[in-house]
């Protein structure tokens, strides 16, 4: 098997969609000893900054000069992005060569599940001495809650997923609480909503809950709201300190200040910004970051269908001068001719991000800015249409 065979091959897993429950990963991993038993992990979920949470916690970690496995979803650009140790994407021949190993082994096993299984094989084969691991979905019946980890990570609960995970807030947090283990530490922001019900979980699994604040020196990602991801990630290593585990104020300092997450607040050029806001909370967000940069913004949106459109439209609405909508080159993503009823600004339709990029770079003026936003999947689209790599491959 080639590597372009194995790309297709795992793609093809899409065929049995989201199927929340760890029946499936548990059996496929017992099939292949049981990987994630084998390298300390940090499991994090979350509504939003899950991924810059993480990549602070691996850029301090690795500054120590640990090795650190980090396992991110979704991509930007390459499928290999959501596996890497030490910022170095899985290689093509260990990509194949690990799925070729647990293709006896799958039956109706999806994308996520084959993934998953594919990340927690190459950390144990590569003897990381952390993995620092995101949550796909929710968190008590996601792919990764096979882990017992080191420290357990809730950055926020807001609403997104809302068929899969629950139509209130409450329901959220339960879901997202689920990766709470027994006597595991639990790390959360100080003002997360339905804190109650998280901290009713950690009373039932006996697990210290360790409330972060702001962190208020400098970092390297831009926005207000990254501070509350850095809070999050200076608790987990702190308490990672308290283990035992010998990470200097040097480490901490030149992590943060070296911390890589493309696409959250980017300028990719200087008057092109990119960012992967996703969700209504992320727009807002956003829109208060972008606020105060004082610009014309020329606004370049495609939003997916499950998201909360309207809302979405309507924020994006109050900072931009002019809209161009377009569709992202994925299935999810909701054709632009249904968000143009959301907004009251000047509104261009194209057919594709790349189009959408080349049109605004022709009409942007002296001091004006082009803003990407909606998805991950768009803004992979804009590094696409720039021909940059956001990571190293």
């Not at 995101?134 to 019946?141: D, F, P």
């Not at 996703?278 to 972008?290: D, F, G, M, P, T």
């Not at 004006?368 to 790599?389: W, Y």
């Amino acid at each position: 098997m080639d590597y372009d065979a194995t790309i297709d091959f795992i793609y093809s897993r899409e065929k049995f969609g989201i199927k929340l429950g760890l029946n499936n990963i548990t059996e496929l991993l017992n099939k292949v000893n049981n990987p994630q038993n084998k390298f300390k992990s940090i499991h994090i979920a979350g509504t939003n900054g899950k991924g810059s949470t993480s990549a602070f916690i691996s850029s301090i970690l690795d500054k120590v000069g640990y090795k650190v496995g980090t396992y991110t979803s979704p991509h930007l650009v390459n499928f290999r992005e959501r596996i890497k140790i030490n910022s170095k994407l899985i290689t093509k021949s260990d990509l194949t060569r690990i799925l070729e190993k647990i293709i006896p082994h799958i039956t109706t096993h999806t994308f996520f599940e084959v993934t998953t299984a594919i990340a927690f094989i190459y950390f144990a084969e590569q003897k990381v001495d952390f993995a620092v691991v995101e949550v796909g979905m929710g968190g008590r019946l996601d792919a990764t809650n096979v882990l017992i980890p080191e420290v357990s990570v809730i950055t926020g609960i807001s609403f997104d997923h809302s068929e899969h995970l629950g139509d209130t807030l409450d329901k959220i947090a339960f879901e997202k609480a689920g990766i709470i283990k027994s006597n595991v530490p639990v790390i959360i922001f100080e003002n997360i909503n339905s804190k109650k019900i998280i901290e009713q979980v950690c009373i039932e699994k006996k697990s210290e809950l360790i409330n972060a604040k702001s962190y208020n020196n400098k970092i390297s990602l831009r926005g207000e709201f990254q501070h509350i991801n850095a809070g999050l990630a200076f608790e987990v290593i702190k308490n990672l300190r308290k283990k035992g585990y010998i990470i200097s104020e040097e480490n901490i300092e030149k992590g943060f200040l070296n911390t890589k997450w493309p696409g959250r607040m980017d300028f990719v050029k200087e008057n092109i910004l990119f960012d992967c806001a996703h969700n209504l909370e992320a727009i807002k967000l956003l829109v208060i970051e972008l606020k105060k940069l004082n610009k014309n913004i020329i606004l370049i949106t495609s939003i997916m269908k499950d998201k909360q459109k309207q809302e979405m439209c309507q924020e994006l609405d109050k900072i931009a001068s002019q809209i161009i909508l377009t569709k992202a080159s994925v299935d999810r993503a909701a054709n632009p001719e249904e968000l143009v009823k959301f907004i009251t600004k000047p509104v261009i339709i194209k057919a594709s991000v790349s189009e959408a990029l080349n049109y605004a770079k022709s009409i942007i003026k002296k001091d004006e800015l082009i803003v990407l936003t909606g998805s991950i999947f768009t803004v992979g689209n804009g590094f696409q249409a720039l021909s940059f790599k956001p990571f190293d491959s």
